[in-house]
């Protein structure tokens, strides 16, 4: 199925560095959701992005909506241990009450304390 | 908020049984619910969504009569495994879409499937 190119696909990083991830597309999203996976669990939405251009905080995360809403980031900054996981970009495609999300191939962080 | 869970966590089967999954979304009414399944270190593949009251929309390649899927009310739908073969193993996860915040959507905890 259609997925999104997701970058870099994994990251090693010494605790307190930030971190940044991307994902693109050569389809526009109304859309774009961030979220992480530790093993065996299911995906927690970190932040969810509506407008192209949007810029949104969560605590230490900060994600943002491509203008061309074909792209989207998300930044860590000062990253402690317990941001281990696997982090996923995904896009809504089609309408908001019908469409289904496309994900990223994921971003595994590791940090090292 | 919007917390979805599933049962069993983990379901060990022989081959050839079925097995069924359920999904249910504990404090918010789903109006769709999506089935995902996720290979070692590789993404979440959708199966299928489904909706409250009609049947589910399958996503190319995955058989509808292997993988039927039930959407009984507004907080559970379930998936059951027909005649599961070893190569069925994986992990299956829904998310519910909340009917007041469509954009969202929320995941639950996964159900490991291992068939011998």
């Known amino acids: 199925g259609q997925q999104l190119n997701q970058s870099p696909q994994s990251m090693f990083i010494q605790e307190g560095e930030d971190v940044s991830m991307n994902c693109t597309s050569s389809s526009i999203f109304n859309t774009w959701l961030w979220y992480k996976q530790d093993p065996g669990e299911g995906p927690v939405l970190l932040i969810a992005?509506?407008?192209?251009?949007e810029l949104t905080s969560n605590g230490r995360l900060t994600a943002q909506f491509g203008i061309t809403r074909k792209d989207s980031f998300l930044n860590i900054s000062a990253s402690i241990p317990s941001d281990v996981g696997i982090y996923f970009c995904a896009g809504l495609m089609g309408s908001s009450n019908t469409g289904k999300l496309i994900f990223g191939q994921g971003t595994t962080l590791q940090v090292k304390p | 908020g919007a917390v979805v869970s599933q049962h069993p966590s983990w379901v060990i089967c022989k081959s050839g049984t079925s097995v069924k999954i359920e999904c249910r979304s504990l404090?918010?009414?789903?109006?769709?619910m999506f089935w995902y399944r996720q290979f070692p270190k590789q993404s979440l593949m959708l199966m299928a969504t489904?909706?409250?009251?009609?049947?589910?929309?399958?996503e190319q390649g995955v058989e509808k009569d292997k993988f039927l899927i039930n959407h009984a009310s507004l907080t559970l739908s379930t998936l059951t495994v027909t005649s599961a073969h070893p190569e069925d193993s994986s992990f299956y996860i829904c998310?519910?879409?909340?009917?007041?915040?469509?954009?969202?959507?929320?995941f639950g905890p996964g159900t490991r499937l291992t068939v011998t």
């Open positions: 992005l509506y407008k192209a251009g």
């Open positions: 489904s909706n409250e009251g009609s049947k589910a929309t399958y």
């Open positions: 998310s519910a879409r909340d009917g007041t915040r469509v954009f969202e959507q929320y």
């Open positions: 404090d918010f009414q789903a109006t769709t």
